[in-house]
């Protein structure tokens, strides 16, 4: 309905003014109108014209148009337009556009490491990529969900050489004595204690450099039989079941592949050899690097001294990778700000080789996850706040605030938590604040859909009519919905879920104040505002969904 009335606009000035527009309506606060237009203003100047006899002349010639109650001129040349119930009916029952049908979409996200356990910044792309991924399948996109994580590098050499320290030798056999549910526990710990030997003590960390080296002729060698190999895929394997089982905790959507970067080395060292070839790398003390400053960009080691290849490397070959097996339209890739300069240089380094894929892809960043109180932290020192930590938070303050923790209400807790603040930010995950049902939050929002289904089940009415002429609060009930589809588009074009939520606890806001003033089971208006309700159960449901949010018929 919106594009149709900036249709009619843009036509109404073509026929009066001979200039063909691009007109955008956005939406005003209720008490001027359901839209507003500022094309007068903006073409005023260029026409030699008054925008407000511009305004005038088309608020006369749109007035007949039967989806628009009334064009009203406001101060300079500004028009208000007023919709018709009619108009406003259609457009709560529209339907986001299809935006990206046809479009194929990659979104790499939460992205763990073996080795390592899921911290809170994986906890939250993995959320919001979910979010992200699911908006672009609403707006008709091919999407594929993929994760992407090194079971290869110089973290896996720190956490191998620590296991086999700690097994007193290359023993597999004795992985057997680690508890199954303490085993990413295990990992963790194995993995700061390499780190610290590395960093303090100089044998060790000559060791683990070999141990390193021995990880990579695992994957050369295709070797499992060996007691090194047989401890390092159990080990990961370990990883790899820890993660999938919380991915199902978090009802996200499955990943339709894991890719580890152990896959992604050989071709991105081919793409090395040609870049050395053709100079677009260089040798340096050596390393193979790519002096980005010749771009306003810093240089960067993509083959340390030891030829093995960084992550500068193993990710030239993951876009590589991506491309042969996907040809996307759009590649997004979420993680932490602290790689935004390093992502620079890669994709610079990627444009000379595979200059498309370069242009298609989107890097969004957020900044660091904390609770309340807490500093920095680092997985290296092995005080990190992890993904189970928030967890527990929120399902500890769903017992202490509301008397009771279910499973829905403290993920929606978490979930709504991060996804309605920006991506970009840092990020201050409050448990208190985020199981609240009366503040904006999840649970809130679960609760204000279990209220609407408890109204539409104590209602006798069979009949959901839409018929007559609403009155002030149906209206604005009736706008607010209106606004769902747009609010989707614009979540989609800016991949910004955080829009959904506005818009979602603003709804309900507005539901509350229409429910106040007006009753619905056993008014005369009964059949006409259990449809209002029904329609607001169902955007509000729907909206959740996308969140990843289970909308629940009681509470």
């Known amino acids: ?53 511009i305004a005038d002349a088309l608020a006369k010639k749109l007035n007949d148009n039967p989806a628009i109650t ?40 939460s992205d763990p490491n073996p080795f390592k356990v899921l911290h809170a910044g994986h906890l939250y792309t993995t959320i919001v990529g979910d979010a992200v991924a699911s908006l672009l399948q609403q707006a008709g996109a ?4 993929l994760n992407y994580g090194g079971d290869v590098g110089l973290h896996v050499g720190r956490a191998m050489w620590a296991i086999v320290e700690f097994l007193g030798g290359e023993h597999p056999e004795k992985l057997d004595d680690v508890p199954a549910d303490q085993r990413l526990e295990w990992l ?22 070999a141990v390193n080296q021995r990880v990579y002729s695992i994957h050369a060698d295709n070797d499992r039989q060996s007691a090194f190999a047989q401890i390092y895929w159990t080990c ?25 970067e152990s896959e992604v080395v050989k071709p991105g060292m081919e793409i090395i050899e040609k870049g050395l070839q053709q ?21 960067r080691v993509f083959v340390n001294s030891n030829g093995l290849p960084t992550y500068e490397a193993k990710d030239l070959g993951l876009a590589a990778l991506k491309w042969q097996q996907y040809h996307f339209d759009l590649s997004i890739i979420i993680t932490a700000n602290d790689i935004l300069e390093y992502m620079k240089v890669v994709v610079k380094a990627l444009s000379h080789f595979y200059p498309e894929v370069a242009k298609r892809g989107k890097h969004l960043t957020h900044g660091m996850i904390r609770l309340p109180g807490n500093q920095k932290m680092s997985s290296r020192k092995g005080n990190i706040l992890r993904a189970v930590d928030i967890l527990d938070a929120a399902e500890s303050a769903n017992q202490a605030v509301n008397g009771k923790s279910t499973k829905e209400t403290s993920l929606a807790a978490v979930k709504y938590g991060f996804l309605k603040q920006r991506v970009g930010g840092d990020i201050v995950y409050d448990p208190q604040e985020s199981v609240g049902v009366q503040g904006n939050s ?10 609407a289904r408890s109204i539409l089940a104590k209602a006798k009415a069979s009949d959901q009519s839409v018929t007559g002429e609403l009155q002030p609060g149906e209206r604005s009930l ?48 009964e059949a006409l505002r259990l449809g209002l309700v029904q329609s607001y159960a169902t955007t509000l449901k729907h909206g959740l969904g996308l969140l990843g949010i289970v909308a629940p018929e009681k509470m």
């Not at 394997?237 to 991915?247: R, T, V």
């Not at 999840?442 to 209220?451: C, D, E, I, N, T």
């Not at 955080?498 to 008014?523: M, P």
């Open 236 to 260: 990961r394997q370990w990883s790899y079941e820890g993660f999938d089982k919380l991915y199902k905790e978090l009802q996200v959507t499955a990943f339709e592949k894991y890719i580890p």
């Open 70 to 109: 009334s064009v009203e001129v406001a101060g300079p040349g500004f028009l208000n337009f007023k919709l018709s119930d009619d108009a406003l009916w259609k457009m709560a029952k529209s339907k986001p556009t299809q935006s990206m049908g046809g479009k194929v979409v990659l979104a790499e996200y």
């Open 279 to 299: 100079g677009v790398f260089e040798k340096s003390d050596g390393a193979v690097v790519y002096k980005g400053e010749k771009d306003g960009l810093h240089t």
């Open 142 to 145: 091919e999407v594929h969900r």
């Open 188 to 209: 963790s710990e194995r993995y700061v204690e390499g780190t610290t030997a590395d960093e303090t003590d100089e044998s060790a960390k000559a060791e683990i450099t």
């Open 1 to 53: 309905m919106k594009a149709e009335i900036e249709q009619a606009v843009a036509v109404a000035f073509q026929d009066l003014f001979v200039a063909a527009p691009e007109v955008l309506l956005s939406r005003t606060d209720e008490q001027f109108g359901d839209y507003t237009c500022n094309v007068a203003l903006e073409l005023g100047p260029k026409l030699n014209k008054n925008p407000r006899d």
């Open 478 to 525: 009736l706008r607010k919905m209106g606004e769902y589809a747009e609010v989707i588009d614009k979540a989609v074009t800016e991949l910004m879920p955080h829009h959904v939520c506005t818009y979602l606890y603003e709804l309900a806001q507005t539901f509350n104040q229409f429910y106040e003033a007006n009753h619905v089971v056993g008014d005369e208006r």
């Open 442 to 451: 999840g649970p809130y929002l679960q609760y204000a859909h279990a209220r």
